[in-house]
């Protein structure tokens, strides 16, 4: 049972390139969110996902977009990466009916 | 909507002596309450967690923490840190009525020989 796993680990992009982040969870977990970490801002939510097939905007939407086609996988896509953008990654998930997340080890992504 | 208060931004103790970091929210129902952990460059570690029941809950670590809802609080504390509790400390809060976590914005602990 692996949990939450993210890949890469690090990432640096340039301006206007577009990549995915990857975001894989084993405990057949309904809901998975994405969360970017900024200094002095703690956690803040991107896009999350009940379930296949069904995704929705948190607090920072802008920028990326998210597809939910199996349980397992949430995967996060920067279209054309912005500076604005470097930020640290983390990804949850947790059961619909649960009240803790678990979260992913993070990716650190730099946009020069 | 929610919102989560950390007030101190950056604390220095001690080895040895106590610490308490605060916490406080805004949201009108019965929150889940968590309080994580981040040491640098490290992912986030769920130090402890309130739902609902006895308000004051032991987590990992040695660390405490007591929810309060007349003051809309849920403290952080230990007894005695150590020189590795030196990280960063994250509140959050989610709601009943969703699925989003809310995160304050993080207290930096520094700890001192």
């Known amino acids: 049972n692996a949990g939450v796993t993210q890949t890469p680990k690090f990432q640096v992009l340039k301006t206007g390139q577009s990549m995915t982040l990857q975001c894989a969870q084993d405990?057949?977990?309904?809901?998975m969110s994405w969360y970017r970490q900024d200094p002095g801002m703690g956690l803040r939510l991107i896009h999350y996902s009940v379930g296949a097939g069904i995704t929705d905007q948190g607090e920072v939407p802008n920028g990326y977009n998210v597809s939910r086609s199996t349980t397992e996988d949430f995967p996060l896509r920067l279209l054309s990466a912005a500076p604005s953008q470097t930020s640290v990654y983390f990804c949850?998930?947790?059961?619909?009916?649960?009240?803790?997340?678990?979260f992913g080890p993070g990716t650190r992504l730099t946009v020069t | 909507a929610q919102s989560v208060t950390q007030p101190d931004i950056h604390i220095t103790v001690s080895e040895g002596a106590s610490l308490e970091l605060r916490c406080n929210y805004s949201?009108?129902?019965?929150?889940?309450l968590f309080w994580y952990v981040q040491s640098p460059g490290q992912g986030l570690q769920l130090l402890l967690k309130y739902f609902s029941g006895d308000t004051l809950v032991q987590g990992i670590k040695g660390f405490e923490a007591e929810f309060k809802r007349s003051q809309s609080s849920f403290n952080l504390r230990k007894p005695s840190v150590h020189w590795s509790d030196a990280a960063e400390y994250f509140c959050?809060?989610?709601?009943?009525?969703?699925?989003?976590?809310?995160f304050g914005a993080g207290t930096t602990v520094t700890v001192r020989a």
């Open positions: 959050a809060v989610g709601r009943s009525n969703d699925y989003k976590l809310s």
């Open positions: 949201y009108g129902a019965t929150p889940y």
């Open positions: 405990m057949n977990h309904e809901y």
């Open positions: 949850a998930s947790k059961p619909l009916k649960g009240h803790e997340q678990y």
